[in-house]
């Protein structure tokens, strides 16, 4: 029955190997980290290459927020509105300074690292990051993902 | 000293009361005013037909804390004539805890937004504003950032869902 053609696993690390490589984006764009998303998701860099090329503007429909710009405090509970709003398993990528701690907008109305408002899983710093950076970034992500436990 | 402008002719004959200072720079004029007088002065630059200053350029503030004035506030209006391509500043000084001013929203609809900024950056009152909210900040934020006493590490709690005080919207 089994002569060719099949492989064991467990099934946490199939469906760990799946999500991670079906990764639909939320992008969260409100500053300037928004043209360098843009450069990541087009052909030169290609983020499809790793399974993440569907961006879909409705949280409901997304498992990654990406967080691409700095955020004020005007803009905080909208984004927590969103990520409130994103199904389970769902994952969160700073994109960008600013969405890390602030950056350079050391100031009132600047919110001091998003992670004050909702829980971040990876961190892209720069001003803005490189494409590089940020593939770099989305790999760790989906490490992060096959290794983490799997509810479903 | 050159010649005054037509401008600053007609204001000094027609408010000399009320001038306290005009100065001009490379043909920009200046005048500051008392600040009774903005509503009058305003409406005089904007309905003389010589003046005919149809166009609010600019409307700020000043903070002048640090500056070594009696006075606490300066607001700055700019005005200029699309039709007579001539333009003027216009500053009036401020004191006291709470400055207020006349609003001048009813002669030039842009001044809305202009004093609702101002109101919110520096907390200068515009009597007469129709609708003196924040229009930058939120309703809940406490002071006036760009005045120079606003403490620079100052940082306010979060508002919304999921902050203290509030339920989360989940």
């Known amino acids: 029955m089994f002569s060719q053609g099949f492989f064991t696993s467990q099934l946490e690390k199939a469906v760990g190997w799946a999500r991670k490589y079906s990764l639909f984006q939320y992008p969260f764009v409100t ?13 030169h860099y290609d983020i499809d290459r790793f399974g993440a090329g569907f961006p879909r503007f409705s949280p409901r429909q997304a498992d990654v927020l990406f967080v691409v710009g700095t955020i004020n405090h005007k803009m905080a509970p909208v984004l927590k509105t969103i990520y409130d709003q994103m199904c389970e398993p769902k994952w969160v990528v700073a994109f960008g300074v600013c969405t890390c701690t602030g950056g350079f907008y050391d100031n009132y109305a600047t919110v001091q690292g998003i992670d004050t408002i909702i829980p971040v899983d990876i961190y892209i710093p720069g001003c803005p990051p490189r494409p ?6 989305l790999m760790k992500l989906q490490e992060r993902i096959q290794h983490s436990r799997q509810e479903f | 000293m ?18 306290l200072e005009t100065h001009s720079f490379r043909g920009d004029d200046t005048a500051i005013i008392h600040p009774e007088a ?5 409406t005089c630059l904007k309905n003389d037909p010589d003046l005919d200053y149809n166009f609010l350029m ?10 070594g004035t009696t ?56 009597r007469g504003h129709p609708n003196l909210k924040r229009i930058l900040m939120y309703e809940e934020f406490e002071g006036h950032p760009l005045r120079k006493d606003y403490p620079i590490r100052k940082r306010q709690p979060l508002i919304g869902p999921g902050s203290p005080g509030q339920p989360s919207s989940q």
């Open chain 1, 31 to 43: 500053a300037c980290c928004g043209m360098e998303y843009m450069a990541t998701a087009s052909s």
């Open chain 1, 132 to 137: 590089e950076t940020v593939l770099d970034g």
């Open chain 2, 2 to 19: 050159a010649e005054d402008s037509l401008t600053l002719t007609r204001l000094r004959n027609k408010f000399a009361a009320n001038i």
């Open chain 2, 38 to 42: 903005i509503v009058p002065v305003a």
């Open chain 2, 58 to 67: 600019d409307l700020t503030a000043v903070d002048c804390l640090n500056l």
């Open chain 2, 71 to 126: 006075h606490r506030f300066e607001v700055v209006y700019h005005f200029f004539s699309l039709s007579k391509k001539h333009r003027i500043r216009i500053k009036t000084p401020l004191g006291g805890k709470s400055p207020q001013v006349d609003s001048i929203a009813s002669l030039w609809a842009g001044a809305d937004w202009y004093e609702r900024e101002v109101w919110d950056m520096f907390g200068v009152k515009f």
